[in-house]
């Protein structure tokens, strides 16, 4: 049996182990011995303590056999992206600037994973700083697509896709701020889901665009999506913008064959790879099949997303990098003369290329003279772009789209064109700027890279997210996929 | 829209240093990016800013303070620390 365990779901892991046919030690030891023979193709992880992973799995099997047991997650290891806080792990954000730091606190969705009984297991590589679309930008490793290794897992999220993919862990947390969870779940036939903004707490997320981050659950099947989903919400006063948890996000949904779908007009058109329109228009007949009903609407300012973002991100990016001065944590330069010149040189040694370049873009839109050009300006086109899909889903529930327009790319195909790349998140970036829930669902294969469908709905309607994937992960084969290796 | 680029004053308002190769690449590259941007300009928007973020003022905890992480592990962390703090390059001169 050891030698399937890492095909199973969490929740069949979770069943198991409830009926004692499991131990979570046996489970963690057979991800492990899968990890050291796997891992290095794929580069998903930075780091793992396996003899913490160990003592993590005897304690859980303690209390499971005490009767103590906290509920399905017990035992269940979950990888986490390497941007949020685990107490005693690694925090590098995949940068040089942090690459020595051991984080001194859990952040508030570790301490909800440890309340749960969960395994914290491992840390997952990104995009510096969660600055990418590819996982390219890591200072620390290369993360390759499990489907085909000469291609890219997407990104920032890359490490949390492709550890699902390659069936090194049943579950992953993401952090996605322009589609961070979404692409790369798309780019790797797993689900990912970008919760309300405000309904999971962020303290412990090492920032990048504040008004925009969103930790996340990633999975390879619907029901392991939103069992990761209800033990992340939850109040927390140490995120002034968290509300905590809601009946009305976490609530299972009524029929989906009754869901209203609103298909963008001129989504499917220009730029999206024919195989990813064949596979999303077949999603659509499907869900019209079922009985819902498919009506065409109108966002008029799509266009303006992904300018309107990268002012935004790149703003609130200039910004919050600025704590990361060589003074009280990260890297410091041995060359440091005045503390203008070490803060000046620690920075320059530190940052990879494409943090400085958006941190170089995001003090340009801020500075004196252009802020009301840009930066302002930015701000009303989010607020235009927020009205629209807000009254788009006053008359649907959900907005269904393509995730990312093209299968996955060749490493280090647009590595020269940040423009190019930027675009990846054409259809991911509107529910970061209105604040809306989001997932992406597998639904084909382009060749043999997987597609994936976008879902976007009103503020909370996450069981209705979870509703629509589900009716159409039931009809087709996509849950549990992972690429041979 | 993005007249006036100057990637030197850029810079050093980042606090970064660059190589000259890297002030022609970024040029080049912040101008083709704020290229992309001129559909804002162009954009007919709202006066008003509604940025989706509900801010809870109750969250605000009591103006106490109190002990969040302690100086060992503060200073554990620290590129370099003496005596409990975290030290610095001199910021002030013996004369002033």
Known sequence: MADALHTLSAAELGRRLAAGSLTSRALCEALIARYQVINDKVGAFTHLDQADVLAQAAASDVRRKAGQGRGPLEGIPVAIKDNIAVKGQPLT?????????????????????????????????????????????????????????????????????????????????????????????????????????????????????????????????????????????????????????????????????????????????????????????????????????????????????????????????????????????????????????????????????????????????????????????ALRARSKIRAEYLAALAGVDVLLTPTVPTPAFKVGEKASDPLQLYLEDIFTIPANLAGLPAISVPCGKSGHLPVGFHLVGAPLSEAKLLAAGRLFEAAHGFAHQQATL | MAEGFDIDHLAKLARLSLTAEEKALYSSQLNQILGHFQALADADLPATIDDARVVNEDALRSDEPGLVLGAEAVTRIAPASRDGQISVPRVVDDES
Not at chain 1, 164 to 189: E, F, M
Not at chain 1, 246 to 265: E, N, V, Y
Not at chain 1, 350 to 361: A, D, H, N, S, T
Request: charged letters at 20%.
């Open chain 1, 93 to 377: 954000c995949s940068s040089k600037m942090l690459a020595s730091l051991v984080s001194p606190y859990d952040s508030h969705v570790a301490e909800r994973l440890r309340s749960a009984g969960a395994i914290l297991y491992g840390r997952l590589n990104r995009d510096e700083f969660a600055m990418g679309s590819s996982t390219e930008n890591s200072a620390l490793r290369k993360t390759f697509n499990p489907w085909d290794l000469a291609r890219i897992p997407g990104g920032s999220s890359g490490g949390s896709a492709a550890a699902l993919a390659a069936g090194l862990v049943p579950l992953s947390l993401g952090s996605d701020t322009g589609g961070s969870i979404r692409q790369p779940a798309s780019h790797c036939g797993v689900v990912g889901l970008k919760p309300t903004y405000g309904l999971i707490s962020r303290f412990g997320l090492v920032a990048f665009a504040s008004s925009l981050d969103q930790i996340g659950p990633m999975a390879r099947s619907i029901e392991d999506c939103e069992l990761l989903l209800n033990a992340l919400a939850s109040a927390d006063a140490r995120d002034m913008t968290c509300f905590g948890p809601s009946d009305r996000a976490l609530t299972p949904a009524g029929d989906a064959k009754k869901l209203r779908i609103g298909i963008p007009k001129g989504f499917l058109g220009k730029g999206v790879a024919p195989e990813v329109a064949a596979a999303v228009n077949a999603a659509i007949e499907f869900y019209r099949a079922q009985g819902c009903a498919i009506s065409e609407v109108e966002l008029p300012s799509a266009d303006l997303a992904v300018p309107t973002y990268y002012v935004v991100a790149t703003a609130e990016a200039s910004s919050n990098l600025g704590r990361y001065d060589g003074v009280r944590y990260g890297h410091r330069s041995a060359s440091a003369g005045t503390p203008v010149e070490m803060m000046t040189a620690s920075r320059s040694e530190g940052f990879g290329p494409e943090v400085k370049r958006r941190i170089l873009l995001g003090t340009f839109v801020l500075s004196a003279g252009y802020a009301d050009a840009y930066y302002v300006r």
